[in-house]
């Protein structure tokens, strides 16, 4: 059953992404025969192990809002664990018993119980006596079985929680600084408890049994690895554990500690527990700990080195944060020389000073932070000019914690999505830009214009020191940079970031005024005649080129790029005017969907997602496949053309 359950989850992860693909993205991974054949596998298998997995394509979880999340009581207490930093006191726990040391995951504890094969209700720890029902969030959660081979009452403890990336992806969404998560576990406990499980599921929530509670007239043969084993031949994950003696024990701790870096899930220690269910259960329990296990906390590694520098980060939000600068020292095997102060509250309650000798740490092995200082001599001075573009600094107090803030508006480090908009790939398509390195140039004051995004190479000894850079990350930007020189006057006036102009509404705009003169003697009236181009987009164009700042960044950038003969403003015959595509499929004549699509509409044509009876042609190679898109189509009677079709059909 072992061999079925890796099946289900490959084929589970498989599906997923062809689908995500197909309906997200308009691109197939697969034919839609392939996608056919593994779902009938895996309904078959489904069906043979009795095990639906939450995330299965089988399962479709409709979402439900809920004014508030009722309480329950827990059958038993829920207690914490007793905690120890010594693996001495480990092995002397242990004695002679045989134990499992797993992970301590850091995130919310869930209970589960089933019936008839059926998640019934998933319940929140709360405060260990009295719990929030969030049984339609945890059907959800992205690897959770809502049905099992088991017929009998289970009752399960485990650990739902998020990771490391998608912990930084969420984050990334978020353009307020002061408004991101602090992390993951915080992330989760909000994910976990939210009234509508559609947000719920767009957070990756992932969950791993811990504890096997009871299951009706099974035996387990006084074994909780054998419960474990369990657990996993019907579909659950199961915290990642290893069996321990006296004599590997702290051998396995130190397995652990090495292993904890490349985690992606977060961890704040170990636990170990009694295989012998007997035996741990007749050690009962005190007022607050149960003595069938035991919590493991790593003694953290501290180091003693001098504060050189506190270096001020602006970001898109006027947020400007402390981060401390010392002299580097190695802690849990990698060197460390920066750690972020957080807000001014922090900074001032640790009376910082350049020259002090401070203890650093990282937290839960991971993140630098600053444990304590030894000297305080408090000598900072808080900067009343940003770092990023000379403005004005204020202090703001909020719930008693002090930050600072810029309050310049047009502050270059409250612009960063300008940047990112002016590098994606329908603009500039400047590779190896994302947002969080946009923020650190900005930061360093790399970039204040567009054009400077030109120039990085003067920047370059610095650039390469960055974390996440290197000479091969450095050369591949510079190399990016070099061939978006190479562009046209659409995509130029599309990564401007004109409020309403679109890619399309850039081509028509060019198309009929021909050249940069023409846009920037423009009228109003004169863009209202073109089609498709209304007064909301007119003003928005007009205006900003009416404003001297804008002007001058666009006459910059225009001697740092050159147009494509394309690009010209040669007028070609719009011989697909009026016509309108779907593009589905594989490519073999185009690159990909874009460079398709932007023939057409150099040729007139347009293109859209979705076949509708607009549309005149649907493009997929495989004119025969029984898609959706093409079983639409042929009720609608819209032809299906393949690229060679096309190419006739645009005498191309």
Request: glycine share 6%; charged share 25%; aromatic share 8%.
């Amino acid at each position: 059953m072992g061999q079925q359950m890796n099946r289900i989850k490959e084929l589970v992860g498989i599906l997923n992404e062809a689908g995500k693909a197909y309906y997200s993205e308009s691109r197939e991974i697969m034919s839609n025969y392939e996608y056919d054949a593994l779902y009938d596998e895996l309904a078959a298998l489904e069906k043979e192990t009795g095990c639906v997995l939450s995330n299965s394509p089988t399962n479709r979880v409709g979402y439900e809002v809920l004014s508030e999340l009722p309480k329950e009581r827990h059958e038993s207490p829920m207690l914490s664990l007793d905690k120890t930093k010594s693996v001495d006191e480990l092995v002397q726990w242990l004695g002679t018993q045989k134990g499992l040391l797993s992970w301590k995951l850091d995130g919310l504890t869930i209970v589960l119980t089933y019936e008839h094969g059926t998640l019934q209700k998933a319940v929140t720890r709360g405060n260990g006596e009295v719990g929030e029902i969030i049984t339609n969030n945890a059907k959800v959660f992205k690897n959770i079985p809502l049905q099992i081979a088991y017929d009998g009452k289970l009752v399960l403890r485990g650990e739902a929680l998020i990771t490391y990336s998608n912990f930084e992806r969420i984050n990334e969404q978020i353009p307020e600084a002061d408004a991101k998560y602090k992390n993951p576990r915080n992330l989760c406990s909000g994910s976990v408890r939210q009234l509508n499980n559609k947000i719920t599921k767009e957070r990756n929530v992932e969950f791993f049994a811990f504890n096997l509670v009871s299951a009706e007239d099974m035996d387990f043969h006084n074994s909780r690895k054998e419960q474990f084993e369990w657990l996993t031949k019907l579909g659950f994950d199961v915290v990642e554990y290893k069996e321990v003696t006296k004599e590997n024990l702290a051998d396995t701790v130190g397995w652990f500690e090495q292993t904890i870096v490349k985690n992606d899930f977060p961890s704040d220690g170990l636990v170990i527990l009694y295989d012998d269910i007997a035996y741990g259960d007749s050690l009962g329990r005190t007022a607050k700990f149960p003595r069938n296990s035991l919590a493991f906390k790593w003694t953290d590694e501290t180091a003693d080195t001098t504060l050189r520098e506190i270096e001020w980060s602006a970001s898109r939000t006027g947020l400007i944060n402390p981060v401390a600068i010392f002299d580097t020292v190695e802690l849990e095997g990698t060197n460390v020389s920066r750690a972020s102060v957080h807000n001014i509250s922090i900074m001032e309650n640790l009376e910082l000073g350049i020259g002090d000798t401070i203890q650093v740490f990282k937290a839960n092995m991971i993140i630098p932070q600053i444990a304590e200082n030894l000297t305080r001599s408090g000598n900072v001075t808080i900067p009343s000019e940003c770092p990023v573009c000379g403005g004005a600094t204020q202090i703001r107090q909020v719930n008693d914690v002090k930050s600072l803030y810029c309050t310049n508006p047009d502050c270059q480090a409250k612009h960063v999505k300008r940047f990112a908009h002016f590098a994606a790939r329908d603009a500039l398509n400047i590779d190896g830009l994302s947002e969080a390195t946009l923020e650190k140039f900005i930061q360093k004051g790399f970039l204040k214009t567009f054009h400077d995004l030109f120039h990085l190479q003067q920047y370059r000894d610095e650039i390469v020191e960055m974390d996440g850079f290197g000479q091969k990350s450095y050369d591949n930007m510079i190399h990016s940079v070099e061939q978006a020189r190479n562009t046209t006057l659409p995509k130029l006036i599309y990564g401007l970031g004109i409020d309403n102009v679109g890619l399309s509404n850039a081509k028509m705009i060019v198309k009929s005024l021909k050249n940069v003169e023409g846009i920037l003697s423009c009228t109003r009236e004169q863009l209202v005649d073109i089609d498709g181009v209304g007064e909301v987009i007119a003003d928005s164009f007009v205006s900003f080129f009416e404003q001297e700042k804008n002007k001058t960044e666009f006459m910059n950038l225009l001697d740092e790029v050159q147009f494509e003969k394309q690009e010209e403003m040669e007028e070609q015959e719009a011989i697909l005017a009026g016509q309108t595509f779907v593009i589905t499929g594989s490519l073999v004549h185009f690159e990909n969907r874009s460079a398709l699509k932007e023939q057409i509409e150099q040729l007139g044509g347009k293109v859209t997602g979705s076949v509708t009876k607009k549309t005149t042609y649907l493009i997929n190679n495989d004119t025969q496949s029984t898609s959706s898109k093409n079983k639409t189509a042929a009720q609608l009677g819209i032809p299906v053309i393949s690229e060679e079709d096309f190419l006739k059909l645009a005498q191309l």
